[in-house]
């Protein structure tokens, strides 16, 4: 059955349709070639951990916030700029199978395509929602720390996920700043220092991510060392998203890199989003489901972390809720 659902998800609108699945920058480009007809998805059944957290709420806009509490009359949570309110209304979600963080957002567009056109926190909201509309449309339960384009800090998206408990968190972005040219995808997945699972994770999302885009024939660049790998800090995993959420298994994916100017061109097209998000989907079930070890991984070389810059941060402002 799992055979299946993958080759459901490679293909180009073979499953039920995504959510938001528009252009986030730019006139698309004709598809390389036409997709094969359209297929039923099956069902593949979900896991999820015993939640020992309080779960979450959706608000009525659709902003999803970590409970702190059950009260009377509703619920002390946090907002996403990190303030602690109490709400009367909301849908409960006690847990899910998987965590989804569209990276940046709001205020922090994250990185940029040269000339301007296409940044990077839309385009990973995108991508997101199309490997939510995967993940359950084969059965898994999944929800997204992101829902618009308003900011939320590091530190509540890792609380939305330690409050629900699930199997995995993914961190979905672009990136910029290459090494230089490669013959193929510089994708990059990080996963978590010392976590046999997060490396699993990471090697199964990274072979899926490759091997989807690498049908498209562009000028692609990287790091030399790309493939799955860690990335350390001098507290452990550098990445926030990778050391705040623990316990829960997480992986930080940079797909590819939004700062090429081919790369940005065709990221800017509907269809190349959602395979980027059934990519990553794929990967996500894989590792649900068996007990394939992924590959890809690569020993990174060393990178120092960068010196701090006070105040350069902009403000966080919280959505209506």
Known sequence: ?????????????ACSSDSGGG??????????????????????????LANTGPGAIVSPRGVVLAVLERQSAGWRVRTPCGRVVSVTT????????????????????????????LSEAPLNLEVAGHTRAALEAAGVSVLMTRTGGYDVTLSTRAEIARSLGPRALVSIHH???PDGAMPGPGSET?????????????GLIQEEVVRALSTYRVAWVGDRDAG???RRGTKADYYAMLRQPRPVVSVLAELAFI????????????????VEGRAVAAGILRYLTTSE??????????????????????PCVDPPL
């Open 259 to 274: 700062s090429n100017p081919p790369e940005a061109q065709l990221l800017a097209r509907p269809e190349v989003q959602q």
């Open 293 to 314: 070890p992924g590959s890809g991984f690569v020993e990174p070389y060393p990178r120092p972390d960068p010196p701090p810059t006070p105040g350069t941060a902009p």
């Open 90 to 117: 909301g849908t409960p979600v006690p847990g899910v199978s998987v965590v989804l963080d569209p990276g940046h957002g709001g205020n922090e567009p994250g990185a940029i395509s040269p000339g301007g056109g």
């Open 23 to 48: 252009a986030v920058a730019g006139r698309s480009a004709p598809p390389t070639a036409p997709g094969p007809p359209s297929t039923p998805a099956p069902t593949v059944p979900a896991t999820t």
């Open 1 to 13: 059955m799992l055979a299946v659902v993958l080759a459901c998800l490679a293909v180009l609108g």
């Open 190 to 202: 990080y996963y978590q220092v010392d976590s046999a699972d997060s490396k699993r994770l990471a």
């Open 228 to 230: 799955a790998k860690y």
């Open 175 to 177: 990136n910029a700043e």
